[in-house]
């Protein structure tokens, strides 16, 4: 299983199963302290585990970085 932010890597490497977040580098469960989309990352990613049927599939998550960062910055603004 494998999380990737490089869908070109991932096709190349060919893990059995990977999900693909449009992140950039470093960032594969997206912003600080947004832990509903880092729990959606992961439940997703253990999902395919169950319901991948042939080794080499990539899913694409429907995210966005832009919208992972305006939220980011929504819940970092509500921090004590």
């Known amino acids: 299983m494998s999380v990737s932010v490089a869908r070109d890597v ?3 490497v060919k893990p059995p199963r990977a999900v693909f977040v449009p992140f950039r580098m ?3 469960f997206g912003v600080p302290f947004h832990r509903a989309l880092q729990r959606r990352i ?16 990539i899913v694409d998550l429907p995210l966005t970085w832009a919208q992972a ?7 970092e603004r509500a921090l004590p």
């Open 10 to 12: 991932t096709e190349h």
């Open 42 to 57: 992961v439940l997703d990613a253990l999902g395919l585990l169950e319901t991948a049927t042939e080794s080499g599939t």
């Open 26 to 28: 470093g960032h594969h």
């Open 69 to 75: 960062r305006r939220e980011g910055i929504e819940i």
